[in-house]
């Protein structure tokens, strides 16, 4: 069982930044690829960007402008989120997963979890 654990979060004012981490279990963590979702109040989990096991990136358009880098360290088994100019809308949870679908197509599930940090954005 491959198990998560996000940090980082917390109380920012607009404009601010943070650094959300995200510390994978799974000895065989360089092979996953990974992603950041979010989930506000009354809104569905959303994506937010991606890695590959690779390092290849991804970003929602959400995240397009510039304000998320996605990155790994495969030496501490570590994703993160870089968030700089984060705006109220951007209070949400922050979710991590690990997925092997890429590698083992759609039996490989919907990968793992963690419980989520959150990031709250205001004045």
């Known amino acids: 069982q491959v198990q998560l654990v996000e940090s980082g979060g917390g109380l920012v004012q607009p404009g601010g930044s943070l650094r959300l981490s995200c510390a994978v279990s799974a000895i065989t963590f360089s092979i996953y690829d990974m992603a950041w979702y979010r989930q506000a109040p009354g809104k569905q989990r959303e994506w937010v960007a991606s890695?590959?096991?690779?390092?290849?990136?991804?970003y929602a358009y959400s995240s397009e402008e510039g304000r998320c880098t996605i990155s790994r360290d495969n030496a501490e088994n570590t994703v993160y989120l870089q968030m700089n100019s984060l705006k109220p809308e951007d209070t949400a949870v922050y979710y991590c997963?690990?997925?092997?679908?890429?590698?083992?197509?759609?039996?490989?599930?919907?990968?793992?979890w963690g419980q989520g940090t959150q990031v709250t954005v205001s004045s």
């Open positions: 997963n690990a997925n092997l679908r890429r590698l083992l197509g759609e039996p490989a599930g919907p990968g793992y």
């Open positions: 890695i590959t096991s690779g390092g290849r990136t991804d």
